[in-house]
């Protein structure tokens, strides 16, 4: 079993819809979550870091994270074109490297 | 955050030949890492650079391969060496900036393909 396992999509869905982007993973030792978004020729950019489990919510997006069920979700609200992207999640458990999902291709349909 | 400059942004290498990329940060920063992306796959780790001593590597990742230098807290190079089409892949550069358990950001990559 893959320490990380995230739907490598694509995902298409249209315009102003909610969007929901999930990761599981095996290891009960990661206390560290992200969300990264990389766009095509661009390097993962940062959006979501939380630690433990709870939400956290940042403008249009929300991150959850069930460490019972091993489970973390990224939520987009009100979705445009421009969300358009490869969404990564990503872990790690305290002062190790981070493992990262494979990613999920996302498309916002005008 | 930092703002982190690759180079080259992309390059098409023959079978054989190294290839230095570099990674300059505009700002000192605590830590520096090389990860490689390959199409379908997760961003693998290479090696944590260390400034001033050498690099610590990952699992499958070997000094000789991918050299690292890091002279100071805002730069660093990685050469990939004797390359093979195997090693065609984009090679990114993260930073962490601060200390304890921070997130690290990433650089736009340099695309590298090897004939």
């Known amino acids: 079993q893959k320490e990380v396992e995230q739907d490598p999509g694509p995902l298409s869905v249209p315009e102003g819809a909610i969007v929901s982007l999930n990761c599981t993973y095996s290891n009960s030792a990661f206390q560290y979550f992200m969300w990264y978004r990389q766009y095509s020729r661009k390097g993962p950019e940062l959006l979501m870091y939380?630690?433990?489990?709870g939400n956290k919510e940042d403008g249009r997006f929300t991150a959850q994270v069930d460490k019972s069920s091993k489970y973390i979700s990224l939520f987009i609200r009100d979705s445009q074109p421009s969300d358009s992207a490869t969404y990564l999640c990503a872990m790690s458990r305290r002062d190790d490297k981070i493992i990262f999902g494979k990613g999920t291709r996302l498309h916002i349909l005008p | 955050s930092a703002v982190i400059s690759q180079k080259p942004s992309r390059d098409i290498c023959q079978r054989g030949t190294s290839l230095t990329i570099q990674c300059q940060v505009d700002?000192?920063?605590?830590?520096m890492f090389w990860y490689r992306q390959q199409p379908g796959q997760s961003l693998t780790l290479i090696a944590t650079a260390n400034q001033g001593s050498e690099a610590t590597y990952e699992s499958g990742f070997v000094i000789d391969k991918f050299p690292i230098s890091r002279p100071n807290l805002t730069f660093s190079t990685l050469t990939v060496s004797n390359m093979s089409p195997e090693d065609s892949s984009i090679y990114l550069c993260?930073?962490?900036?601060?200390?304890?358990?921070?997130?690290?950001?990433f650089g736009d990559g340099t695309r590298l393909s090897i004939l």
């Open positions: 700002s000192q920063v605590t830590m």
């Open positions: 993260s930073v962490l900036e601060g200390y304890g358990n921070q997130p690290q950001h």
């Open positions: 939380t630690y433990s489990s």
